[in-house]
């Protein structure tokens, strides 16, 4: 009998293309590549030993309720934790707001999308931002709504000209405030109140997203628009893959608390609940580590890895325009005009050198653009050196 070779799949799913950053991924499995295409945290910032210890502790002490199903909202001693945790260092969390624990932070902005959005709805989100989340929005059918962005943050002109003229319902804004993916921009403070202002007015939620928010190198912390939050409008999304490590798999929502519980049913038809040995490892740690010891530890070499990438592009690609932000781990760079961006993408490629070109990051994915996204936290700093030389050569 022969093996069937064609399927009819969903509408949601068949014009939904892979993440091009994880397909570049797949390619640097070659040791020779020069991979400034990741967007992986540092391996030297992971907390190893502690978790190592923690770990052992778990199964020695308590492994039963490690290895047995758990609630949907998640291990209750994590949730107060973090509710206390996010109260003292950001000032968030009202009456009306409720926390769950989530699969990564991926699954808030898929969460949400099935929760407030219909096919043909619209969502705004920044033009360009991070392609995990364009794609979970485009796969349930919405409308993506651009907003361009200015090195102080998104362009609050442009949103409320939108809003304003928009021929569909915007059911909620994504943002990236903190050192944003892929431009590594920092929201100013003023933007941040006017986006709440118009959030307000214009009767929409707003999704921020920060999971950079701990690796600031460099300038002021600034408080996050759900500090701002009155109205029960704003829907925060936290993680650990960047503060501890990403294969952990451990995020957590703060929001409305009506919002909250709708997300909660939907959680439930996905994974039932986020791994129990994952939410206990991360409440031990939270209570057995000094975190603010290890956010400057990490801040560090950040701070050393960022420093590098920017002196090697000053020094080797002139041409190479950039904002150097102020913490995260990404450097957006503009070609050149005249240098075709895909084109020079593949030739880094040929060269053992992987870049993530702009377009992946497009909401709209017929536009084209100059830029490309340079990751600093993966590479080694002498890997990084001699990737951004080559493409300084492939420039001249």
Not at 92 to 113: F, K, N, P
Not at 159 to 168: A, D, F, G
Not at 200 to 216: A, C, H
């Amino acid at each position: 009998m022969a093996v069937k070779e064609t399927y009819e799949f969903s509408k949601k799913i068949a014009g939904l293309k892979p993440s091009a950053v994880r397909e570049i991924l797949k390619s640097t499995s070659d040791p020779e590549v020069i991979s400034l295409a990741a967007g992986n945290p540092a391996p030297d910032a992971f907390p190893v030993e502690s978790i190592s210890k923690i770990a052992g502790d778990i199964f020695r002490e308590d492994p039963i309720s490690a290895l047995q199903y758990g609630i949907t909202e998640g291990y209750a001693p994590l949730r107060d934790e973090l509710k206390t945790y996010l109260k003292n260092k950001y000032n968030m969390g009202a009456d009306y707001d409720e926390l769950i624990v989530t699969s990564g932070a991926t699954q808030i902005m898929e969460l949400l999308t099935k929760v407030l959005c219909n096919e043909g709805d619209c969502v705004a989100c920044e033009d360009p931002s991070f392609i995990g989340s364009l794609n979970c929005f485009r796969s349930y059918g919405v409308k993506l709504c651009g907003v361009p962005m200015e090195s102080d943050g998104l362009d609050v002109a442009a949103l409320e000209k939108m809003l304003s003229s928009c021929c569909c319902k915007v059911k909620f804004l994504y943002t990236i405030p903190n050192f944003q993916n892929p431009t590594g921009y920092t929201m100013s403070l003023e933007k941040r109140k006017k986006l709440y202002e118009l959030a307000s007015k214009y009767d929409i939620i707003i999704l921020e997203d920060n999971p950079y928010g701990d690796l600031r190198v460099s300038g002021e912390d600034l408080p996050t628009i759900k500090s701002f939050d009155t109205e029960g409008r704003v829907v925060y999304a936290g993680t650990f893959s960047k503060l501890i490590a990403p294969g952990i798999r451990v995020g957590y929502v703060l929001g409305p608390a009506a919002l909250v519980s709708k997300m909660t049913v939907g959680k439930q038809t996905e994974d039932v609940h986020t791994a129990m040995f994952n939410q206990m490892l991360v409440y031990r740690w939270m209570k057995e580590n000094d975190i603010n010891e290890h956010i400057s530890r990490m801040q560090s070499i950040y701070r050393e890895k960022l420093n590098v990438m920017c002196d090697a592009l000053d020094e080797y690609c002139p041409k190479l325009e950039y904002v150097k932000p102020e913490g995260g781990m990404f450097v957006w760079c503009r070609l050149p005009e005249g240098v075709d961006m895909l084109g020079f993408c593949k030739t880094a490629a040929a060269h053992k050198v992987a870049v993530v070109p702009g377009t992946a990051f497009l909401p709209d994915e017929t536009a084209s653009t100059q830029y490309i996204r340079l990751n600093f936290s993966t590479p080694t700093n002498e890997d990084m050196v001699k990737g951004i030389k080559i493409l300084g050569e492939l420039l001249s």
